[in-house]
């Protein structure tokens, strides 16, 4: 199955958002104080973030960020920190679980920048619990197109390499050195959330 039009886009992004919120159901107190892949955030921060787009109006975090200096990364650390002070593990379980349906987009038509945050975000918390992640399909879509001022966002450089998935047809990178590699892997490392590997190593 691939994933490509707008209306693959937000099914699929529904059925992550659903399939988050029964594994963060079951979660135990240890696990939503468990560390995430997001440094400085636990589980509970990371799903914070995730509803931000639900409990703060665009007013609202524009506020935040003017307060912040204009540092995105500020005021979004800020605002996940001040709504779990605000709410309790079940009462952020129970936002998730409303926003399911949710048509958010990080901007106009960015359907797969809303697939992508919720996936990416849900890799934060899923891989350090050692639950299960999206199918590789799902994981392939969220990147597939990654510009290379895109991965420098998160401080990626594949200059040289070709990350090609053994288990969906996700490819990232024209360079000379192929390298196969999880779809789950690509993703991490794509996002900063692994360390590019080194040709070198790698040949």
């Given at each position: 199955?691939?994933?490509?039009?707008?209306?693959?886009?937000?099914?699929?992004?529904?059925?992550?958002?659903?399939?988050?919120?029964?594994?963060?159901?079951?979660?135990?107190?240890?696990?939503?104080?468990?560390?995430?892949?997001?440094?400085?955030?636990?589980?509970?921060?990371?799903?914070?973030?995730?509803?931000?787009?639900?409990?703060?109006?665009?007013?609202?975090?524009?506020?935040?960020?003017?307060?912040?200096?204009?540092?995105?990364?500020?005021?979004?650390d800020?605002?996940?920190?001040?709504?779990?002070?605000?709410?309790?593990?079940?009462?952020?379980?129970?936002?998730?679980?409303?926003?399911?349906?949710?048509?958010?987009?990080?901007?106009?038509?960015?359907?797969?920048?809303?697939?992508?945050?919720?996936?990416?975000h849900?890799?934060?918390?899923?891989?350090?619990l050692?639950?299960?992640?999206?199918?590789?399909?799902?994981?392939?879509?969220?990147?597939?197109?990654?510009?290379?001022?895109?991965?420098?966002?998160?401080?990626?450089?594949?200059?040289?390499?070709?990350?090609?998935?053994?288990?969906?047809?996700?490819?990232?990178?024209?360079g000379?050195?192929?390298?196969?590699?999880?779809?789950?892997?690509?993703?991490?490392?794509?996002?900063?959330?692994?360390?590019?590997?080194?040709?070198?190593?790698?040949?």
């Amino acid at each position: 199955m691939t994933i490509r039009t707008d209306t693959d886009l937000y099914d699929a992004t529904v059925a992550e958002r659903t399939r988050m919120a029964a594994l963060l159901a079951a979660l135990t107190p240890t696990q939503w104080a468990a560390a995430s892949l997001c440094a400085g955030w636990r589980v509970r921060e990371v799903v914070a973030h995730l509803n931000m787009t639900d409990t703060q109006t665009q007013e609202q975090f524009g506020a935040a960020l003017a307060e912040a200096g204009g540092d995105i990364n500020a005021a979004v650390d800020r605002t996940a920190r001040d709504d779990v002070a605000r709410y309790s593990d079940a009462e952020l379980l129970a936002i998730q679980q409303a926003r399911v349906a949710s048509r958010w987009t990080p901007g106009p038509g960015a359907t797969q920048g809303a697939l992508a945050h919720e996936v990416i975000h849900g890799l934060d918390i899923t891989v350090p619990l050692g639950l299960p992640g999206p199918a590789p399909e799902v994981l392939a879509a969220t990147v597939a197109g990654s510009t290379a001022e895109g991965l420098a966002f998160f401080g990626v450089d594949l200059t040289g390499l070709r990350l090609t998935a053994v288990d969906s047809d996700l490819v990232l990178g024209d360079g000379p050195q192929e390298i196969p590699l999880p779809t789950a892997t690509i993703v991490l490392i794509a996002t900063g959330r692994r360390p590019v590997p080194d040709p070198a190593v790698v040949g």
